[in-house]
């Protein structure tokens, strides 16, 4: 199936509905495998709709835990007119997994789907560090921007 790197819809309504608070809530990023059955992309809701489809990296990876890791150091700012959150980098410690995508879910708002991420290709770790690198808080590159 397919990865589409998007913020949900539904997470851009959840927001203006005050759902969201992105620097406070727990935000996660859990890993795709590469053989997934599921399709991800703007209408993904729900963490569950990966783990469902057992699309989630648990099932194959070694040392990795079921729903991932905490994304920490929050910050929101602004980029000319465009808002912006940024994270430190996700870092899945001590691995061996593939990974295809990811997806980004606030887990303090039952887990409701924020974006979802195409690394392009499969990416491999093993006997270590899985880091998903934050792109550069900017208007034209952060993974989190209303524009």
Known sequence: ?????????????????????????????ALIIPSMAGTYGAATTNYSDVTGNSDEVSASGTNYTTGGVTLTSASITTDGTTAIVDFADAVFSNVDLDARGAIIYNSSQSNAAIALLDFGETKTATDGDFTVVMPAAAAATAIIRIA
């Open 1 to 29: 199936m397919a990865i589409t790197q998007t913020l949900c819809t539904s997470f851009k309504s959840e927001l203006l509905g005050g759902v969201h608070d992105l620097d406070t809530d727990t935000i996660k990023m």
